[in-house]
């Protein structure tokens, strides 16, 4: 009886670790994201900020708010207006 509430325990610290890194990873925060540029028509990386999505009531994923950096961009300030918002 000993083994099986051991087994059980344990199941359940690694289903609470693998949720708790899965959230980590890709919940809300900075995250480097590969988009299409729809202004020159290359593959970019991006860092888009990614928050809950505003819907009331109701848990609706994440959206991505705002982009700090791209590759395709020597300076770091972004000033394309940001387009690429529409299709990450």
């Not at 705002?66 to 000033?79: E, G, N």
């Amino acid at each position: 009886m000993r083994f099986d509430f051991a087994l059980a325990v344990l199941a359940v610290l690694v289903s609470w670790s693998l949720a708790g890194r899965l959230i980590w990873q890709w919940g809300p925060g900075l995250r480097k994201r590969s988009v299409k540029c729809p202004l020159l028509k290359k593959r970019a990386t991006v860092l888009a900020e990614q928050r809950e999505a505003g819907f009331v009531g109701s848990y609706a994923g994440l959206e991505t708010v705002d982009i700090s950096q791209c590759s395709l961009l020597k300076a770091p300030a972004i000033t394309c207006g940001k387009k690429c918002l529409q299709h990450l």
